[in-house]
DNA sequence: CATTATAGCGAACGAGCGGTCGCATGTCAA
DNA sequence: TTGACATGCGACCGCTCGTTCGCTATAATG
């Protein structure tokens, strides 16, 4: 009688969710995997469909606490260096918590059946990164760090190649290492062009 | 009897399964909406899975075809703004086309799940236009049209936002104008930052 | 101690799944 | 005309799905 078994379920669900997918994935497996009758679920969760609109709960106020308020802005770095280590930290955050490598996963394949999916999916891959390094940018452009160009479109031109690694890693995480090195190699590129001498 | 039943059944498999996945698909609705019933389709397809199978041999003939050969190649523009108009022209076909754009949600959907849909999906999604616009980019060096930088990483750096902008659109097909529109604005600044004056 | 709520279990249910079968029909070669 | 083959159909099969049910054991409440 475990008390966190709700918590257990989200967490297996999650996993396996984002691995076949909502249509893919049957109750008896997952409870199975947590050692749990398949009936059992039902005493925390009204159906299958519940599920899934919890974790989307989870999703959203997850996004929430990391992009959605301005006080969880970065730090405006003092130097390129200092950029391009704050950019390989966020990256490797990202891509080695399983948890969020998880969510990216289910917003991919959920994306086009379900509008929630849908909506995340568009901020998780693009606006919300993209907002935040608008602000990084026009902070750097003040402190002289960067060119002045319009920060929007540098964040945009920053941030979706390093999406578009990070979707590469989640596909195939045996290349994580070199998707790391492509990352940083990405940024340094970025700031020898942006940046001012 | 009509002849093209075996084709029709492909075009209605990658319709559906590119908006509910492979599992979220089923044989009566499959059929019925071509209006043919369950069990004919079994006379052009073994199981649902050949049907897969055949949509992956597909996808894979027509990468080598858009991408595989250096025939295929497009030329090298012969000024900034050619660039500009080549790439939006190429953007246009790859978000319109119905057939184009069911290839690439199906890939986005099953990618986890399927090896070769794995495979195909770096390469639709990031190696296959990184090589086209290596070449691309080169040769515009060559010209002297772009200052002289690792073409390879240019690619990236143009080629990965383009597929940002591409998936966006997949997801939310409302914004195409929208997402056109970036893509020009992007490809121009891109070519204001490494072009040569 | 008695009672109630909580959280687990296996059995079973109806629906829907992928797939098979036997039969009907149209086409075409002999 | 006949026989063979290709293509269609609806009925049906076995299985798996999400879900429900009745029951038990433990924990909390008084």
């Known amino acids: 009688m475990a008390k966190g078994t709700k918590e257990r379920i989200l967490t297996a669900a999650l996993e396996m969710f984002s691995q076949y997918g909502y249509a893919g ?3 008896r497996e997952l409870t199975a995997s947590l050692g749990l009758g398949k009936s059992s679920m039902y005493r925390h969760f009204e159906s299958k469909e519940e599920i899934w609109n919890a974790l989307l709960d989870e999703m959203t ?3 929430e606490n ?3 308020s ?3 802005l970065p730090p405006v770095p003092d130097s390129l260096e200092e950029f391009v280590a704050m950019t390989k930290h966020m990256a490797e955050i990202t891509i080695r918590d399983g948890k969020i490598v998880m969510t990216r996963k289910l917003l991919t394949i959920e994306q086009f059946r379900d509008d929630r999916a849908r909506d995340l999916a568009t ?3 693009l606006t919300g990164l993209e907002d ?3 602000y990084v940018f026009a902070g750097m452009m003040e402190k002289e760090l960067l060119r002045r160009e319009d920060p929007g479109m540098l964040a945009f031109a920053y941030t979706a190649p390093v999406t578009v690694l990070i979707h590469l890693c989640d596909r195939e995480p045996e290349r994580t290492d070199e998707v790391m090195e492509r990352i ?3 940024s340094r590129h970025f700031m020898k062009i942006y940046g001012n001498k």
Chains 1, 2 share one sequence.
């Open 61 to 63: 106020v997850y996004y």
């Open 25 to 27: 994935t049957n109750i």
């Open 184 to 186: 940083e190699a990405f």
């Open 66 to 68: 990391r992009f959605g």
């Open 123 to 125: 901020k998780h891959f």
């Open 70 to 72: 301005p006080e969880h």
């Open 132 to 134: 935040m390094f608008t």
